[in-house]
């Protein structure tokens, strides 16, 4: 089989480690290969995972690359797939010999839509156990979803779990997991299924692993997930500030038992504490369903249901207070044995259908690098754990929290007294304080509790409220100077990261945007604590000439993010340039394919 080049796979036909025997490739991404092969001596079929050699000097990929191999290999559990050797090829590319996991993938069965509860249940179960296993050694996966969650027959039993793609799971430090694989300015996860913790950049545990867990459950009984946006900041936005949406206003036609919500709801609780306390009480928990009916009771009647009157489960766990409404969307019905009543297109047509073949594991990569979360996600969270005092004003709205509003007539003094406030005030809660005050509009005094916050607590700059409340007061004039003299003296990479979005942002005001851009383009201090996607990203926009850009493509095929993306594509406009604007601004891109070549590299990384 060729590579992606059209030229023969090297790999195909040698013999690694002198005993696998590589005979095909399944599948390809933009951080590396899964082939098929075969032990020589013990004739047994596996996967091999093997990392592209051009990545294998980039420090964050070696280390996550090497927190998968660990994690992989301590797990020791048949709904995990197990890690048997790693090492080093003559190129230097490293290798993971796995598992081979032939089977379906989870996301396409959900894309068939709604499964049968009890098979939703069974699956749930065997995640939970595996998730167990992998607590009880200190291991936190935090990219759960259903795309790392493979199905198998095993003799006469179907659906069996494993677990996939440990590359950005928390490890306990007898693993050599001293702290997790991070990069400045960054989250890892994917957004759907990211606990509001982790969201927010603070320490996670189990509890996190079984959040996601509940996004599954709910998305494996509904068909879709609880909540639905644009984008990952939308998203996590509602994550953040909504309660979970019922079942019966997400998917009206389906009639679930009001236990099985229960236990999901449970799973999905915003504050950790209030789900369960371990995968093995999730298990316990379902188990104490296994006497549901094969038919689930009729629903309750639409104005029950929309008035939040049903009668509460009284069950082993405790039923929840009513939720939040949130888009519907009739998902399409399945028979008893889990088959589709009527034919249904699949979404994804010939690619799902491909990748419900020997699909192996999620390729390296396959956990999605979240950029820093925008206006409004941590003061929502922020706000949500803290009771309003009596007599005050009352929670702002969703719609309240982009941050706006009539800035304060306070000023920031970054060199002068700090604001009155109790001397025991550490870090998290000035943070949480600036957060607060950002979205009642007073955003000079929330940048001077940013800034006390930062002072005791200069690691605090990473976390995504930080970025949230300094964005929010560059885009006001009143705030702006000191806004820009916060994000130079103590924002490091993510405050040139908020500078950098503000500067591309359109639909910014025209001012704020324009001085971002200057600052982007001419502050020494950009090019001094960028991360290199976004100092990437910026010159791909800025640069002087198209030659210039054309000379970025293969770093940006390399190291592009969501932001260099953008950049990218942001180059296929064929006018701009010009006294009429109508000629070319970047002819030398059209010459070949090489501008569509690299944004279907970044692509395909990102989609991974």
């Known amino acids: 089989m060729s590579s992606g080049t059209g030229l023969p796979d090297p790999l195909i036909g040698t013999v690694i480690a002198e005993r696998y025997r590589v005979d095909s490739l399944l599948g390809e991404g933009g951080m590396g290969k899964v082939y098929g092969a075969e032990h020589v001596l013990m004739q047994k079929r596996l996967a091999i995972k093997v990392l592209h050699p051009e990545l294998c000097t980039i420090a964050d990929v070696v280390a996550r690359f090497e927190r998968e191999v660990r994690a992989s290999a301590n797990i020791d559990h048949p709904n995990v797939a197990a890690a048997t050797d790693s090492g080093k090829l003559p190129d230097g590319s490293l290798y993971l010999v796995l598992e081979l996991v032939d089977g379906l993938n989870l996301r396409d069965e959900i894309a068939a839509g709604p499964l049968p509860v009890k098979r939703a249940l069974r699956i749930v179960r065997q995640i939970a156990d595996a998730l167990s296993a992998a607590h009880a050694l200190g291991i936190v996966h935090r990219d759960l979803k259903p795309e790392n969650v493979m199905l198998i027959r095993?003799?006469?039993?179907?659906?069996?779990?494993?677990?996939?793609?440990?590359?950005?799971?928390?490890?306990?430090?007898?693993?050599?997991?001293?702290?997790?694989?991070?990069?400045?300015?960054?989250?890892?996860?994917?957004?759907?299924?990211?606990?509001?913790?982790?969201?927010?950049?603070?320490?996670?545990?189990?509890?996190?692993?079984?959040?996601?867990?509940?996004?599954?459950?709910?998305?494996?009984?509904?068909?879709?997930?609880?909540?639905?946006?644009?984008?990952?900041?939308?998203?996590?936005?509602?994550?953040?500030?909504?309660?979970v949406p019922p079942f019966a206003e997400r998917a009206p036609g389906l009639a679930i038992p009001r236990a099985v919500e229960a236990l999901v709801q449970r799973l999905l609780e915003r504050e950790a504490s209030n789900r369960f306390a371990s995968a093995g009480e999730v298990m316990a928990a379902i188990e104490a369903l296994q006497e549901l009916p094969d038919e689930p009771p009729a629903p309750a009647s639409p104005v029950t249901a929309l008035l939040g009157t049903a009668p509460r489960f009284d069950g082993s766990f405790p039923a929840l207070g009513p939720a939040s409404a949130g888009p519907g969307g009739a998902p399409a019905p399945r028979s008893s044995d889990g088959e589709l009543a009527v034919a249904t297109p699949h979404a994804n047509g010939a690619a799902a259908l491909e990748r419900r073949r020997l699909l192996t594991f999620a390729l390296l990569g396959g956990g999605a690098f979240v950029t820093l979360i925008a206006l409004g996600l941590t003061v929502a969270w922020m706000m949500s754990s803290r009771p309003t005092p009596r007599g005050a004003a009352a929670r702002p709205s969703a719609s309240a929290l982009a941050l706006g509003g009539a800035p304060s007539a306070s000023a920031l003094s970054l060199g002068g007294a700090p604001p009155s406030a109790a001397p025991s005030d550490d870090a998290a809660s000035l943070l949480a304080r600036a957060a607060k005050e950002?979205?009642?509009?007073?955003?000079?005094?929330?940048?001077?509790?940013?800034?006390?916050?930062?002072?005791?607590?200069?690691?605090?700059?990473?976390?995504?409220?930080?970025?949230?409340?300094?964005?929010?007061?560059?885009?006001?004039?009143?705030?702006?100077?000191?806004?820009?003299?916060?994000?130079?003296?103590?924002?490091?990479?993510?405050?040139?990261?908020?500078?950098?979005?503000?500067?591309?942002?359109?639909?910014?005001?025209?001012?704020?945007?324009?001085?971002?851009?200057?600052?982007?383009?001419?502050?020494?201090?950009?090019?001094?604590?960028?991360?290199?996607a976004v100092k990437l990203s910026a010159q791909l926009r800025y640069a002087s000439n198209c030659a210039g850009r054309l000379q970025l493509m293969p770093r940006a095929a390399e190291l592009g993010d969501a932001r260099v993306l953008a950049a990218l594509k942001s180059l296929r406009t064929p006018t701009g340039c010009g006294p009429s604007r109508r000629l070319d601004c970047y002819p030398c891109l059209r010459k070949d394919d090489t501008l569509e070549r690299t944004i279907a590299a970044v692509s395909a990384r990102l989609a991974e």
């Open 438 to 532: 950002s979205a009642g509009g007073e955003h000079a005094q929330a940048l001077t509790s940013l800034e006390r916050a930062l002072t005791t607590d200069p690691k605090l700059a990473d976390a995504p409220a930080a970025s949230a409340v300094l964005a929010a007061a560059l885009r006001q004039t009143k705030s702006a100077n000191a806004a820009f003299t916060l994000l130079e003296q103590r924002m490091g990479a993510p405050g040139a990261a908020v500078a950098y979005d503000l500067a591309v942002d359109l639909s910014a005001p025209a001012a704020q945007r324009g001085r971002a851009e200057r600052w982007v383009v001419l502050s020494k201090a950009f090019l001094a604590t960028a991360s290199p």
């Open 154 to 243: 095993r003799r006469d039993e179907t659906d069996v779990v494993k677990v996939l793609d440990f590359g950005i799971a928390k490890l306990p430090a007898t693993t050599g997991g001293s702290g997790p694989v991070t990069r400045i300015g960054t989250v890892f996860g994917t957004p759907e299924y990211m606990a509001p913790e982790q969201a927010l950049g603070q320490p996670v545990e189990g509890t996190a692993d079984l959040y996601a867990l509940g996004v599954i459950a709910y998305e494996m009984l509904v068909g879709t997930r609880p909540f639905a946006g644009a984008n990952a900041t939308a998203i996590l936005g509602l994550q953040l500030s909504k309660d």
